[in-house]
């Protein structure tokens, strides 16, 4: 398997743009996760996915970030409209069910909102 | 709530040197601890883990031992290499789905 793979590797987009990060976990693994990086607040967990059902979204900033995962083999996460303090690197992880104990992690999606 | 305390970084260290990164938690329950590593430019990878007190995870000759009494997994290498130069994360986790993560360390390694 080539690993969590997330899209785009890089994005600049200017403020109040929409800005959309894919992601594409492992297969067969049951759970995702979408964690943000920043160096204040260090990583975060946005939101995570259970059998493509959102579980916790706690962790969503606000109501401008939102995802998806429409299969099992996609997610999606918007930021609709986009502002600078969403300059971040965001990570896509996936575990299976049968093993908790180690989450794989995608290269990650560097957003610069300018 | 459940937390990771972290060594505050950088550190830097010569080649062949002794390494200690210092991890505290405090959590409910009985966590898992794990340490990820972050290579530049990549996402973070499981370097070693411990599910209950007293395990020691190893791997890549890096160590921690789960000490409940201290409630800590401090991490060690005898003898860094320049190659080790990256961001290391303590990590626990009480429940089935969520990890929470320390702030990171960032350690370099000068030849």
């Known amino acids: 398997d080539a690993g969590v793979i997330q899209s785009p590797r890089h994005e600049v987009t200017e403020m109040g743009q929409e800005v959309t990060l894919r992601c594409k976990p492992i297969?067969?693994?049951?759970?995702l996760f979408w964690y943000r990086q920043t160096m204040m607040r260090g990583l975060e967990l946005l939101i995570y996915?259970?059998?493509?059902?959102?579980?916790?979204d706690s962790g969503m900033p606000e109501d401008r970030f939102s995802a998806k995962m429409p299969n099992a083999s996609f997610s999606t996460l918007k930021i609709q409209p986009s502002e600078p303090r969403d300059s971040a690197v965001y990570f896509c992880?996936?575990?299976?069910?049968?093993?908790?104990?180690?989450?794989?992690f995608g290269q990650g999606t560097r957003l610069t909102v300018v | 709530g459940d937390s990771v305390t972290q060594m505050e970084g950088p550190v830097t260290l010569s080649e062949e040197a002794f390494l200690t990164i210092n991890c505290t938690y405090t959590?409910?329950?009985?966590?898992?601890l794990f340490w990820y590593v972050q290579y530049p430019g990549e996402g973070l990878q499981l370097l070693l883990k411990?599910?209950?007190?007293?395990d020691k995870g190893s791997n890549k000759g890096f160590e921690a031992t789960y000490r409940k009494e201290t409630t800590s997994f401090h991490l060690e290498k005898g003898s860094v290499q320049v190659s080790d130069s990256a961001v290391y994360f303590c990590?626990?986790?009480?429940?089935?789905?969520?990890?929470?993560f320390g702030t990171g360390t960032r350690l370099t390694v000068i030849p």
């Open positions: 992880a996936s575990r299976p069910v049968w093993d908790n104990t180690e989450a794989f």
């Open positions: 297969s067969g693994h049951d759970y």
């Open positions: 996915f259970n059998n493509n059902v959102p579980i916790d």
């Open positions: 959590a409910t329950g009985y966590p898992s």
């Open positions: 411990a599910t209950k007190a007293d």
């Open positions: 990590a626990l986790q009480t429940g089935a789905n969520n990890l929470f």
